[in-house]
């Protein structure tokens, strides 16, 4: 299983995208879900995550500016990012979270360039 991301593009600074992932509705009904991002020579980063319940957590990096949603009627998992600055350019992912690792091998992300 593999979780393909969407909704990437450039943007100038200050701007805002809305990402989105579908994901396979036995996962999304059983564990927590996450967006992660990733520039070159860095390592993964988880940056939000959101519970079944509804319940979000950020990074320090993004907090106040990047929200994560999830829609339980179309299994899909949004993250809403805002005020974007050219440190936010990296590729974006989403997966399952388990005790902040990834769930399953990793889909297509969706490039985020923020120009200045």
């Known amino acids: 299983v593999q979780l393909q991301a969407s909704g990437g593009g450039l943007v100038q600074t200050g701007g805002s995208l809305r990402l989105s992932c579908v994901a396979p509705?036995?996962?999304?009904?059983?564990?927590?879900m996450g967006w992660w991002r990733q520039t070159p020579g860095d390592r993964r980063e988880l940056v939000a995550r959101?519970?079944?319940?509804?319940?979000?957590d950020y990074a320090d990096s993004v907090k106040g500016r990047f929200t994560i949603s999830r829609d339980n009627a179309k299994n899909t998992v949004n993250l809403h990012i805002s005020n974007l600055k050219p440190e936010d350019t990296a590729v974006y992912y989403c997966?399952?979270?388990?005790?902040?690792?990834?769930?399953?091998?990793w889909g297509q992300g969706t490039l985020v360039t923020v120009s200045s």
């Open positions: 959101i519970t079944r319940g509804g319940d979000t």
């Open positions: 509705i036995d996962m999304f009904n059983i564990i927590d």
């Open positions: 997966n399952g979270v388990i005790a902040g690792r990834p769930f399953v091998s």
